[in-house]
């Protein structure tokens, strides 16, 4: 079954569906909020709040379940086959978003409106669809932007230092939980190798 899983969520539609299912389930949680919610701009308010709060699951997930030792192997096993191959087509299988959203959302519902659960998860969904097309990018394009070329080089030191730079779409968890490695130019060596970049002929 373990092989089975890691055969899925290493393939290349498997990849892109799971983005398209990411995106599309954030759309249809915030829609489904914004229908059943007796105030707008309330649902809008938390389904960002949902989209901020994702970035601390996204250093959460990815320091605790991929790089710390414990008995879920197939977590870290999956994850480190980013790590041994950059380019390579790791994802959860392509439902996996839409059925966890649809577990958070379930449990929320207990605690809040029901409106404001769906709005909350739909921003995290949002977040997890934010973050998996930035770490695709990240390893595909050279970037102009300043900032997004230090967000770039942050996360590559983390594939040479696979215990610190967690965050993709922030440094700021990183900062706060003493994980953050400020680098320097013998760092920087050799990340040509975690990029992609088309070549104008």
Do not use: C
């Not at 914004?34 to 901020?52: E, H, N, P, Q, R």
């Not at 299988?93 to 577990?103: D, G, N, W």
């Not at 680098?183 to 040509?192: Q, T």
Request: charged fraction near 15%.
């Amino acid at each position: 079954m373990k092989d089975f899983i890691l055969k899925i969520t290493a393939s290349k539609w498997n990849y892109y569906l799971s983005l398209a299912t990411d995106g599309i389930t954030a759309l249809v949680f915030l829609g489904l909020s914004l229908y059943y919610t007796k105030d707008i701009w309330a649902s809008l308010a938390l389904f960002v709040v949902g989209v901020i709060f994702f970035t601390f699951l996204e250093y959460a997930v990815h320091a605790w379940l991929f790089h710390e030792n414990h008995p879920a192997k197939v977590f870290i096993e999956g994850h480190a086959h980013h790590h041994q191959n950059p380019f390579s087509y790791d994802a959860m299988p392509f439902f996996m978003s839409a059925v966890i959203a649809t577990l958070f959302a379930w449990i929320f519902h207990f605690f809040m409106p029901t409106a404001d659960a769906l709005a909350i998860v739909g921003g995290m969904t949002l977040g997890y669809f934010n973050y998996g097309i930035m770490h695709h990018i990240m390893h595909r394009t050279e970037f102009n932007s300043k900032y997004w070329r230090y967000m770039q080089e942050f996360h590559f030191v983390h594939h040479k230092k696979p215990t610190l730079n967690h965050g993709i779409t922030t440094d700021i968890w990183d900062r706060i939980f003493g994980t953050y490695y400020q680098w320097n130019e013998d760092d920087l060596k050799g990340i040509e190798k975690l990029k992609r970049i088309k070549k104008k002929s």
